[in-house]
């Protein structure tokens, strides 16, 4: 009797700013888009600036440093892909820049991971095309 295949785990599909977000992602640079009016960062990518209503913006490179600014525990695989995974920590973490993003943290297990614990960005490829922004502890 022959194993049933792996069920892939679901990977991101870019379109439009996300696209651009994925693409630095995949030459291993976190970027955010940031405000030419009022310097803002932002993330999610959008086409306008949340604080001045500015449209006019760019991509700028993230340290990839932050600090853990909220995360919760996955004990129940809710898609089969991630059932080996389990538990799991999601974090939302903070980066220097002042923009939060949501991750997977690695090297730590969930039980210790503590509030404003500091973290590096790494990337795992995850496709051809795509890579994904995961932390470490630093
Ligand atoms: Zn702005």
Redesign the pocket.
């Known amino acids: 009797m022959s194993e049933r295949p792996a069920i892939p785990k679901p990977i991101p599909k870019p379109d439009e700013l996300n696209a651009e977000f994925y693409e630095h992602c995949a030459k291993e640079k976190l970027c955010f888009q940031r405000?030419n009016?009022?310097?803002?960062w932002r993330h999610l990518p959008r086409s306008m600036?949340a604080?001045?209503?500015?449209t006019d913006w760019e991509w700028e490179e993230s340290s990839g440093r932050g600090r853990i600014f909220s995360w919760t525990v996955t004990h129940q695989a809710l898609h089969p892909a991630f059932a080996g995974d389990v538990p799991f920590a999601v974090v939302v973490v903070e980066l220097e820049e002042g923009v939060r993003i949501v991750s997977g943290l690695r090297n730590l297990p969930p039980g210790e991971i503590t509030l404003d614990l500091p973290v590096e960005v790494e990337f795992e490829r995850v496709s051809e095309q795509i890579a994904l922004p995961y932390f470490h502890p630093r």
């Open positions: 405000c009016a009022c310097r803002t600036c604080k001045c209503g500015s």
